[in-house]
Structures are given as C-alpha cells and as structure tokens.
C-alpha cells in the first residue's frame, strides 16, 4: 500500500519548561519563544501544502494543577497572539482560519472574547486550518461526548442502534483525525490527546524540546510519515 498524501498535522509542543531550566531563562521568555516556534511551524505548514494544523496549547490537567503565575503567563502571551492575529496581514493573505476547541469556557471572559472574534473574523477562508485545543483533555472530551450521547438517547433524538463511531465523533470537541501527530521533549506518550480521533494517526516523537524544534525536524517527521504504509486496519 502506497503512502497518502499528508494533510492534516497535530502537534503536541512539550518542553517549554525544562526549555527554561537548560538556558536559565524566566518562564515567561522560555514561553514566548514557544509561541514564537508556533509562528514558524504555521510557515512551514504552508511549506508543505498542509490542509490541517493542530495545537495543544493546554492541558485541561495543566490548566487545573499548574500554578497560578504560570497559566497568568499563558493567558497573556495567548491574548497578545490573538490579538496579534486578529491585526495581522499574514494571516488574512494567507487564507488561514482559525479555531479552538476544549474547555474554553473556562478561559478569562477577555480571552473567550478575542478567541471568538478571531473565528468569526478567518470563518470560511480557504487556505490552512488552525485549530487550537486549550483547556483539552481527551478523556474530558470522551466523558463530556458520551454524557451527550446519552442525554440524546433517553430524549429520544438518537436510537441506540444509531450510535456508531462516526455518529459518536459528532459529539467530540474535534472531530477530524489527524494523518500524523508530533510530540515533542522526548516524551513518547500523548498524555490523553485524541484518544478516539488518534486511532489511525501516525506518531512522530522528537527529542527536541519545543523552543528548539526546528525547520529540518519538521521535515524528518514529514519524511517519517511519508515512509508509512498506512493500512486502516487492513
């Protein structure tokens, strides 16, 4: 079987912190320039013909369990980057859309507010997708799909024989599935990203911490993947 054409990428951007610790940098600058490198792969995605772009900006777990100053220092390098993009001409000459997807709501009513608008303003351009899953976690998202699920079940929206997979990946927060997802930092594990979407997804992990992933590792995991065969179960 002949390798597909790759499409859609997700990126797991892990590293931002031990990142800090290797080069002595405040939280703050190890964090901007991973924001910085998420400017360069959206290039490079363009580079490569990419139809689909994901981020996991945030952890549901991370935005429960970190410190307070550390999601504060999130939360304004996101704003800023929003509003950054809601002004950018890049962006508009490109084509590019922008989305975000998982707990959203519990971001800063500031935050939720420029988010919408970025969506609202790149709507139904035809260029790269960029979707950004902040406050994600994919167990969450499976709970929050199965309670939904049920509540159509028992509303008698939906038969039960009616649920399959493609019926049940409506109820996500995402539902496509990516041809390849990349972590980075050395960590080969997803930590809970996509469980139902990632069934068929091929894994490229890289050693370099986020910051550091460059445009040459962009290619090997491109390379990696076009080195597959994917057989979807066959």
Known sequence: MFPMALSTIAIIPDGNRRFAQKHSLPLAKAYL????????????AGEFKLRELTFWALSLENFRKRSRLEIEILFQLMSKNVSSALSSRKLSDSGASVSFFGRTELLPAALQQQARELEEETAGRGGLKLNIAIAYSGQDELVNASRRVAEDVASGVILPRQVDAALFSKYLFYSQSPDLII????????????????????????????????????????DYYDGTQRRFGK
């Open 33 to 44: 320039k991973g924001f910085e490198k998420v400017d360069e792969v959206v290039e490079w």
């Open 183 to 222: 972590r980075t930092g050395d960590v080969q594990r997803l930590s809970g990203f996509m469980p139902f979407q990632s069934a068929y997804s091929e894994f490229y992990f890289s050693p370099k911490l986020w910051p550091e992933f460059s445009r040459e590792d962009f290619a090997a995991a491109v």
